[in-house]
């Protein structure tokens, strides 16, 4: 039977990873690098990302707070994807505090159906952070003004996740979050990224280029990170999919929740 204390972690845990990745997408469209990419619209109680470039992602809607359904503030959400340029799928996401089955209703009503890739939010605290051991990869936090570590960086994101440059200079702007690349006998084999609100760090596009995968570079930037925010943070948040789960464990971090996700193909217009 689990513990009111291990309930209570999960749920801070759990807010925690959420008010970062909304306050991350907050920070990072506010910067010209988000211009003719993404266009954040904050439709209380709806964090609405929508797409604007030629990219295969869906709109981005995230119920920020906790909420009740209500039909007028979604047709408010709705009616805002259907004036963008861009005709794209819908991936909702739900707070971790809401009545789900009263969303899961109300959602399944509208067309929208429960995403089939589970998403995993993840977290840890940042008392008593284990060094990082001996290894023969080197990790090392990319100066800003380090246009070739900065390059090979992006260069990580885009094999590892097939994404288009201009979103790799989105997603890793020196400005918004602090980031890392991991290499091995001085080849770039690795990069991830660190976005610090509040006491908080989050863990964000954790890529290893496909040749070097099983070299252990995914656990190498996570130890750095978690080496560095231990003296500027208190806790480690980070989302990945289910089968990532037993990756980030090694290191620390402890499942907080699964995070209800559903999709509505493209609006119609």
């Known amino acids: 039977m689990q513990t009111q204390a291990a309930q209570t972690s999960r749920e801070e845990l759990s807010l925690a990873q959420w008010r970062n990745s909304c306050e991350l997408w907050r920070r990072q469209c506010a910067e010209p690098e988000a211009e003719g990419i993404f266009d954040l619209r904050e439709l209380n109680p709806y964090l609405l990302v929508l797409q604007e470039g030629q990219s295969a992602l869906p709109h981005l809607a995230r119920l920020e707070h906790e909420a009740d359904p209500e039909v007028e503030a979604f047709g408010a959400m709705y009616d805002a994807i259907n004036e963008s340029p861009r005709e794209a799928a819908v991936s909702l996401r739900l707070h971790p505090s809401v009545d789900y089955s009263a969303w899961r ?8 159906q429960p995403s089939t890739v589970r998403q995993i939010a993840m977290g840890r605290t940042l008392a008593n952070v284990t060094p990082s051991s001996d290894t023969e990869l080197s990790v090392d936090q990319v100066e800003a003004l380090d246009t070739v570590g900065m390059a090979q960086a992006m260069e990580c994101n885009g094999e590892a996740f097939g994404s288009p440059p201009e979103q790799r200079r989105f997603f890793l702007n020196p400005r918004t979050v602090d980031v890392y690349l991991a290499r091995l006998e001085g080849i770039p084999a690795g990069s991830a990224t660190a976005a610090y609100i509040d006491d908080t760090v989050g863990i964000y596009g954790v890529a290893t280029r496909p040749g070097f995968r099983g070299r252990g570079v995914a656990s190498a930037l996570v130890a750095r990170i978690l080496q560095d925010a231990s003296g500027r943070a208190e806790l480690a948040v980070l989302d990945c999919q289910h089968e990532l789960v037993s990756l980030y464990q090694r290191s ?12 509505l193909l493209a609006a119609r217009r």
């Open 105 to 112: 209703e109300f959602l399944l009503n509208l067309g929208f």
């Open 252 to 263: 620390g971090f402890e499942v907080a929740r699964e995070m209800p996700t559903f999709t």
